[in-house]
C-alpha cells in the first residue's frame, strides 16, 4: 500500500522526534530506550540500586578520623630501683613521662611582638603520665656550649657595605646613588696616588687571567706572590647560634629480689614505650595496619631530687626528649639470670641519651646566683647552680 506524501511527511517527524529522545537519555547516562510516554527506562542494579541503565561513578573514598595506635599514655604511676624506703636525704634522679603537646604557630598578627612559641614553659604544670625514680649514676655532668664561629670582612668589602648602607638609608634613592658615586670617584682617586690601586688592580685582572688558562689561583694569592701582602681580613669570632644540651647516664640494675626485677622489667618496657613514635588508625579499624601519619613521642622532665625537695646544690634540666636506650643485658660480662619464670638477668646495664627541646638563654638563670635572693620581702635560698 503507497503511502500519500503527507503521512510520509508525518512519519519522518515521528523518527526524529524518536531520535532526539534517544540522545537526551543518553546524554543522561541512559541507553536511549524511552516507554510508550517517552520516558527513558530505568533499570534496577544487583544491589538493589536503581539507575539509568549505565554506570555509577565511583564514589570517593572518605578518610576517616585518626588515633593512636598506642595505649601509651595511660597513667602507670611511679616505678622505682632499687625498691627501697626513700628516706629524708635520700638523693635520686626523677624522670617524669609528659605527653608531648604541639607548639603551634604563632598568628600573623603577633608574632613580630610575640615572637615564635618556645616549649620550654608549656610543660610546667603538666601532670605527668607516671614518673620513674633511679639512684643517681657515677660520673655525672652538665656541658653548656655556644655557638660561636669566625668571620672576615675585608676593607674593600666593607667600604662596599657601607656604601649599600648609605644608599638603603637614604630618603632619596637616586640622590643616595650619586651620592656614594661621587664619594667612591674621590676615595679611588686618593688610593691611586698612593699606587696602592694600581697594585690591587694588577693583582685582581692577573688572578682572571691565569685563571682562564687553567691556573687554579686567587686575587690574594696573586698578591702575596706580587707584594708579599694579602688584604686585612679583619677576622673576627662572632656569635652565630645556641645549642641544645645533651645528657648520658649510665645505671647498673641488679635485682635482689622478684620485686624489684618486676620494677626493673617495667621501667625499661615504659622508657621504651614511651620514647618511640606511635602510628596512627583509623577509629574503627581492628587490624595492626599503620595509619597515614606518625605521633611524636613523649617528653621527660627530669629531676635531682633530695627526699621530697630539689637538689640543692645539682643542675636542674629543661624538658628533654629520650633519644636512645641502650641495655646491657650481661651488665658482668657473662650471661647469668635467676631461676625465676622471666629469667631475670642478674645485672643488667642500662643507658639513657636525653637532648632538651630548648636551649637555654640568660635569663633562665635570674632566680640564681644569689645566697639570697630577695622576693616581695622575703629571703628565698638559692636553688642550686642552675641549669
Same mark, same amino acid.
Given at each position: 500500500m503507497a503511502l500519500?506524501?503527507?503521512?510520509?511527511?508525518r512519519?519522518?517527524?515521528?523518527?526524529?522526534?524518536q531520535?532526539?529522545?534517544?540522545m537526551s537519555a543518553d546524554?543522561r547516562?541512559g *541507553?536511549?530506550?524511552? *516507554?510508550?510516554?517517552r520516558? @527513558?527506562?530505568?533499570t534496577?542494579?544487583?544491589? #538493589?540500586?536503581?539507575?539509568?541503565? &549505565?554506570?555509577?561513578?565511583?564514589?570517593?573514598?572518605?578518610?576517616?578520623?585518626q588515633r593512636?595506635?598506642?595505649?601509651?599514655?595511660n597513667?602507670? &604511676?611511679?616505678?622505682?630501683?632499687?625498691?627501697a624506703i626513700l628516706?629524708k636525704?635520700?638523693d635520686? +634522679?626523677q624522670?617524669?613521662? $609528659?605527653?608531648?603537646?604541639?607548639?603551634?604557630?604563632?598568628?600573623?598578627?603577633?608574632?613580630l611582638q610575640?615572637g615564635?612559641r618556645?616549649s620550654k614553659?608549656?610543660?610546667?604544670n603538666?601532670e605527668a603520665? #607516671?614518673?620513674?625514680? +633511679?639512684p643517681?649514676?657515677?660520673n655525672?655532668?652538665?656541658?653548656?656550649?655556644?655557638?660561636?664561629g669566625?668571620d672576615? $670582612?675585608?676593607t674593600?668589602?666593607?667600604y662596599?657595605?657601607?656604601?649599600?648602607?648609605?644608599?638603603i638609608?637614604s630618603p632619596?634613592?637616586?640622590?643616595?646613588?650619586f *651620592?656614594? =658615586? +661621587?664619594q667612591?670617584? #674621590?676615595?679611588?682617586k686618593?688610593?691611586?696616588?698612593?699606587g696602592? =690601586?694600581?697594585?690591587?688592580?694588577s693583582?685582581?685582572?692577573a688572578?682572571k687571567?691565569?685563571?682562564?688558562l687553567g691556573a687554579n689561583?686567587?686575587?690574594?694569592?696573586? $698578591?702575596?706572590?706580587?707584594?708579599g701582602?694579602i688584604?686585612?681580613?679583619?677576622?673576627?669570632?662572632?656569635?652565630?647560634?645556641v645549642?641544645?644540651?645533651s645528657?648520658n647516664?649510665?645505671?647498673?640494675l641488679a @635485682?635482689r629480689?622478684g620485686?624489684?626485677?618486676?620494677?626493673?622489667k617495667?621501667?625499661?618496657?615504659? $622508657?621504651?614505650?614511651n620514647?618511640?613514635?606511635?602510628?596512627t588508625?583509623?577509629?574503627?579499624?581492628k587490624n595492626?595496619?599503620?595509619?597515614?601519619?606518625l605521633?611524636?613521642?613523649?617528653?621527660?622532665?627530669l629531676k635531682?631530687?633530695?627526699g621530697?625537695?630539689?637538689?640543692k646544690?645539682l643542675n636542674?634540666?629543661?624538658v628533654?626528649?629520650?633519644?636512645?636506650?641502650?641495655?646491657?643485658?650481661t651488665g658482668s660480662?657473662?650471661?647469668m639470670t635467676y631461676n625465676?619464670?622471666?629469667?631475670?638477668?642478674v645485672h643488667?646495664?642500662?643507658?639513657?641519651s636525653?637532648?632538651?627541646?630548648s636551649?637555654?638563654y640568660?635569663e633562665?638563670?635570674?632566680?640564681?646566683?644569689?645566697?639570697n635572693?630577695?622576693?616581695?620581702?622575703?629571703q628565698q635560698?638559692?636553688?642550686?647552680?642552675?641549669?
Open positions: 500519500t506524501e503527507a503521512e510520509q511527511q512519519l519522518s517527524r515521528l523518527a526524529a522526534t531520535r532526539a529522545a534517544g546524554l547516562g *541507553d536511549g530506550r524511552v *516507554d510508550g510516554n520516558n @527513558p527506562i530505568t534496577v542494579g544487583e544491589d #538493589g540500586g536503581v539507575g539509568d541503565g &549505565g554506570e555509577q561513578p565511583p564514589s570517593p573514598s572518605n578518610i576517616r578520623r593512636s595506635a598506642s595505649n601509651r599514655n597513667k602507670f &604511676g611511679q616505678l622505682r630501683y632499687p625498691y628516706e636525704e635520700t635520686y +634522679l624522670i617524669e613521662i $609528659l605527653k608531648y603537646k604541639t607548639l603551634g604557630i604563632t598568628p600573623q598578627k603577633d608574632v610575640e615564635v618556645s614553659n608549656f610543660y610546667k603538666e603520665i #607516671g614518673s620513674i625514680l +633511679l643517681i649514676p657515677q655525672i655532668s652538665s656541658t653548656n656550649s655556644t655557638g660561636w669566625e672576615s $670582612l675585608n674593600i668589602a666593607a662596599g657595605l657601607g656604601a649599600a648602607g648609605d644608599i638609608k632619596n634613592f637616586l640622590k643616595g646613588i *651620592d656614594a =658615586a +661621587l667612591a670617584g #674621590g676615595d679611588l686618593s688610593l691611586a696616588v698612593s696602592q =690601586a694600581q697594585d690591587l688592580s693583582s685582581f685582572f688572578s687571567a691565569v685563571n682562564i689561583t686567587s686575587f690574594s694569592g696573586v $698578591l702575596a706572590r706580587s707584594t701582602q688584604l686585612n681580613p679583619n677576622t673576627e669570632l662572632l656569635f652565630n647560634g645549642k641544645l644540651r645528657f647516664f649510665s645505671f647498673n @635485682p629480689n620485686r624489684e626485677a618486676r620494677e626493673i617495667k621501667i625499661i618496657i615504659e $622508657l621504651k614505650r620514647m618511640a613514635p606511635a602510628s588508625i583509623t577509629e574503627e579499624s595492626g595496619n599503620a595509619g597515614l601519619f605521633k611524636s613521642p613523649n617528653v621527660f622532665r635531682y631530687r633530695t621530697n625537695s630539689d637538689h646544690f636542674s634540666f629543661v628533654a626528649a629520650l633519644t636512645n636506650v641502650q641495655v646491657n643485658y660480662g657473662t650471661y625465676d619464670e622471666s629469667k631475670t638477668p643488667m646495664v642500662m643507658q639513657l636525653f637532648q632538651e627541646l636551649p637555654i640568660a633562665d638563670y635570674d632566680d640564681f646566683g644569689n645566697e635572693l630577695e622576693k616581695e620581702g622575703a635560698p638559692i636553688r642550686g647552680v642552675g641549669f
